[in-house]
């Protein structure tokens, strides 16, 4: 059973940055794309940026020039670093495994507040 343990989110003023973490319980983390994902509310959840194996990245258009994704396979950790944070930013972060889809049960998600 693979888990999720998302963190690093609070709360921020617009034009701030955050940092979120996901750590994965899961061998050969390596080998897997991972991908952050975010949920405002009353909306649908949406991917945002998602990291290859070999550490190609992609980026919502939203996010593009603003948020980074990276990875640790060390740590089995995957951060995304949030910079020009804006209100519309505001959402429970998750993190999963998969490129383009979630592949496995969501974690607790971590929320991110962006307001003055």
């Known amino acids: 059973q693979v888990q999720l343990v998302e963190s690093g989110g609070g709360l921020v003023q617009p034009g701030g940055s955050l940092r979120l973490s996901c750590a994965v319980s899961?061998?050969?983390?390596?080998?897997?794309?991972m991908g952050w994902y975010r949920q405002a509310p009353g909306k649908q959840r949406e991917l945002v940026a998602t990291i290859t194996s070999g550490g190609n990245t992609n980026y919502t258009d939203s996010v593009k020039g603003r948020f980074t994704i990276s990875r640790d396979n060390a740590k089995n950790t995957v951060y995304l670093q949030m910079n020009s944070l804006k209100p519309g930013d505001t959402a429970v972060y998750y993190c999963n495994v998969g490129r383009s889809r979630p592949l496995v049960n969501w974690g607790q998600g971590t929320q991110v507040t962006v307001s003055s």
């Open positions: 899961r061998s050969l983390f390596s080998t897997y794309a």
